[in-house]
Nanobody
Framework: QVQVVESGGGLVEAGGSLRLSCSAS????????MGWFRQAPGKQRELVAL???????NYGDFVKGRFTISRDFAKNAVYLQMNSLKPDDTAAYYC?????????????WGQGTQVTVSS
């Protein structure tokens, strides 16, 4: 069974930085993509950053060059370096892993890690 575990959230002042980590485990599988989404109270979950196995990356419009997603393919891991954090970045951040099971894509989520940015 696939397990997705995140770490790295916390409390930081505006302008500060945090680095989130996520790894997928639980067997041998082909990862189609790994990425990060976030959800603030009362708001819909939104894309933060996504990395496909083709090397393509996508970022939410609000990122504006502040965040960088990276992968360690050997470890089935994805990281999110967040710089110049703003209070509006406060949210629960969720790791998303899409796995290719014989051409059927299945989506897995981590439990979420809280990021709080104080003003």
């Amino acid at each position: 069974q696939v397990q997705v575990v995140e770490s790295g959230g916390g409390l930081v002042e505006a302008g500060g930085s945090l680095r989130l980590s996520c790894s997928a485990s639980g067997g041998t599988f082909i990862i189609f993509s790994m990425g990060w989404f976030r959800q603030a109270p009362g708001k819909q979950r939104e894309l933060v950053a996504l990395s496909s196995n083709t090397g393509r990356t996508n970022y939410g419009d609000f990122v504006k060059g502040r965040f960088t997603i990276s992968r360690d393919f050997a470890k089935n891991a994805v990281y999110l370096q967040m710089n110049s954090l703003k209070p509006d970045d406060t949210a629960a951040y969720y790791c998303n892993v899409v796995i290719d099971h014989q051409s059927i894509l299945n989506e897995y989520w981590g439990q979420g890690t809280q990021v709080t940015v104080s003003s």
